[in-house]
């Protein structure tokens, strides 16, 4: 019995001089990786899915260069890897590229945060920190500084132009909300109310 333990005793410190990590910490590295699994599992939708509730913020955002940066890009750069990762988005689930930079590019991959559940105006309204965590735990992303870098960046960026984010980051989300924007806006949150009344009555 003695023998055994010394085996496994042994065995551990081989296996923790081999990878460098004792069985505790490998837990917790497995537990990590399933983390960042579940957070590489979020799909795109694409911008249109997301204009259906942001219409200001959409017809704002196609202003910008973001909305056609993928076309300023030459023929020979839009096959360079290096060069296409900060000029789309990503790819929706059956494949197809989101060229330029979208919603999603930003604020991550929609799928699960733009659930009635979570995108609900009368919920935000009603309680707007809890629909936020609901939204961050489902996947969105309020960016900051540090992601618009991952992009706007002189390394590896012959095209590049000073980037400050203090000056720059109000030209993303310039929301020039245009007056039928808001009509719609109006006329669909309406809509959604008598949806619910109607749900509620069925009840």
């Not at 990786?33 to 957070?39: H, I, Q, S």
């Not at 961050?136 to 590049?160: Q, S, W, Y």
Request: a neutral charge; aromatic letters at 4%; charged letters at 40%.
């Amino acid at each position: 019995m003695r023998k055994l333990s010394i085996i496994i005793v042994l065995f551990t410190a081989l296996a923790f001089l081999l990878t460098g990590t004792l069985p505790a910490e490998e837990a917790a590295k497995k537990e990590a990786e399933k983390e960042d699994k579940k957070e590489a599992t979020h799909e795109y939708v694409g911008a249109k899915k997301c204009k259906g509730c942001h219409k200001d913020v959409h017809a704002a955002w196609l202003e910008t260069e973001h909305a056609t940066t993928f076309g300023k890009l030459s023929a020979e750069e839009q096959k360079k890897p290096e060069c296409v990762t900060c000029h789309i988005t990503g790819k929706l689930a059956d494949g197809t590229v989101i060229e330029n930079v979208e919603c999603e590019a930003c604020h991550g991959p929609g799928k699960d945060f733009k659930s009635p559940k979570i995108m609900n105006k009368k919920k935000w309204a009603a309680d707007p920190e809890k629909q936020k965590k609901l939204a961050l735990e489902a996947g969105l992303i309020m960016p900051d500084e540090k992601d618009c870098v991952r992009c706007h960046t002189k390394e590896g960026n012959t095209n590049f132009k000073e980037f400050k984010f203090a000056e720059r980051k109000g030209e993303v989300h310039a929301v020039k909300a245009k007056e039928e924007a808001k009509e719609e806006a109006k006329e669909e949150a309406k809509e959604e109310a008598k949806e619910e009344a109607k749900e509620e009555a069925g009840k």
